[in-house]
Structure formats: C-alpha cells, structure tokens
C-alpha cells in the first residue's frame, strides 16, 4: 500500500476545528487494518536497527501509534501528557504556543540516562509539542534516536524547530 493509497485512508473535514482550517481525520485510517498495520510498519522500519528502548507518546494519538511501534520495536512504551494525568512524581516542560502556553508531562522515572527513545505522534504541524517532548525527554538524559510521525503538514514548517534530530513522516501535505 503506498503513501498515496494510504492518504485515501485518511478523511478530510474542511473548516474544523474552525474555519479555514482543513482537519485530517486519521480514524478512518486506523479503522482499516491493513492500512493502520501498514502505518505502524512503515514507521517503525527507519528504527529497526536503533536499538530503541523507549517510544514515547504524546497525549492522545501518540497513544495510538506508540505502543504499536514499541511492540514492533521491542521497546517500552511511556506516555507524555497534559498536567495533572500522570499518578506518580513527574518532570514538566512549559512552552510556547501561538496564543498561550501548554505544559506536558512525564513520569520522573520514565527515562533512564543514556537510554535510546523514539517520539510518536500522528502529526507535525508547528512542531512544538514535539519540540517539548524531545526537550522533556533530553531533560531526563534521553538519547532522542528520532522522531516519527503519520502526517507532516509541510506548509507549517515544523520540522524547522526540530533540526537537531532525525524526523521522519509517512504522509506530506502541502496544503
């Protein structure tokens, strides 16, 4: 299945989540069995040869493609979410967005020094939330192998702020 079989996996919902904005609705992807096997194959096979440890995932869909990838991968699988969902003690980073700040968090635990992780999310628009984590995780002494995600919306420009490390996207948008 090739990337452009897989994009007519993907539905496209114009002026959502508010005008001008066209959303890429990956639940029609990841409801197609071989398309979402295909995905996590894909994704996965730049890293096979990485010797992972870790994916981490960010809050929520990095929670869908993460564990899969971890699987395939022989790694653990560590969540990275919003503040106040995570149990036991965590490290937090606070940055920037267009209108406002986010914060995400991590289990202070979930990362041993010098361990090899993977990052996964389903999107890379501006790049910040993958910015964080990568800095979340470097903060917890993290050896970032890459970051891996479905779509990359390339007008957005944000594989910019993630030049230190090896990006990979399945699926480019230009518009």
Known sequence: MASDDLKKLIREIPDYPKPGILFYDI???IKDRAG???VVDYMTSPYLDKNI???LGMEARGFIFGPAMAYRLN???IPVRKPKKLPGETVSYTYDLEYGTDTL???KDAIQPGQRVLIVDDLLATGGTAEATAKLATKLGADICGLSFVVELDF???RKRLVPYDVFSL???DK
């Open 27 to 29: 639940t029609t992807l």
């Open 36 to 38: 979402f096997a295909r």
């Open 53 to 55: 440890d870790l994916v």
């Open 75 to 77: 790694a653990g699988f």
């Open 105 to 107: 968090e991590i289990h």
């Open 156 to 158: 957005l420009n944000g």
């Open 171 to 173: 699926l480019h948008y």
